[in-house]
């Protein structure tokens, strides 16, 4: 399974040469894999998965504004009595893109819900969306 | 911004004709909207979305167990100091696709923190994988 950036420039079909029938892919903002564990967990309890591969990239939308930024921006608009609403959504906004996914790769490996065999299974990479190649990241 | 399955037979560049540049697609297992919200919050934040569809397809594997069967399933390998945790997680598992995407909508045009022009921006629609055929869903 692999989950990457919704990034139309992030489709792992072609940086990873796959047809689109090969693997699972979970998609949302940056690639993160806080967001993709519901999904991972009822994957893998249906086809037992050997591998999770997470996926971010370089120019990614997610490192121009911070959480703060966007919540204070979605607060000017939405009514106090919501806030706390806001205030507990992780956007997960990133500084660094290779650090971002070491802190995906360890977060997923160390969370408890996660199957023993599969946390082994998993891998971070950094796509480079200007030359269109994608680089493996050692995490630990 | 498309919200659709993760399901290799969803891709909405095919169903929907699009060359995979014209639209952002989040895709999760099911095309669930709540688990969406995120990145449909931080895309309208940056770029003002003016549509939203939502995509949930017949033969879907998250039609095939309820939401407890997979928390059971999770509960037997993770120690019990971790169950609340398993139970914190909305698997969103459908009954009926046509009616969960009605719900999906629903639920969005609702949802204080979405933008009210957003809100009337929402669609949902049903893809028979069998037909390839996608149909629009009457929400009221
Ligand atoms: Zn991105
Ligand atoms: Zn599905």
Request: charged content about 30%; some cysteine.
């Amino acid at each position: 399974m692999i989950v990457a950036c919704l990034d139309p420039r992030c489709d792992p079909t072609k940086f990873f040469n796959l047809d689109g029938y090969e693997a699972i892919v979970h998609r949302n903002a940056g690639g993160n894999i806080r967001h993709a564990l519901r999904d991972i967990l009822m994957l893998d309890r249906a086809f037992d998965l050997n591998e999770v591969a997470v996926v971010h990239h370089t120019d990614c939308g997610t490192l121009t504004s911070t959480d703060e930024q966007i919540r204070t921006h979605i607060k000017a608009r939405v009514d106090k009595a919501h806030w706390a609403e806001v205030d507990a959504i992780e956007f997960g906004s990133m500084v660094d893109v290779e650090e971002s996914v070491k802190t995906d790769v360890e977060w997923f490996r160390t969370n408890p819900l996660v199957r023993e065999e599969l946390k082994q299974g998993c891998q971070g990479f950094v796509l480079d969306t200007q030359a269109g190649k994608v680089q493996r990241v050692d995490v630990d």
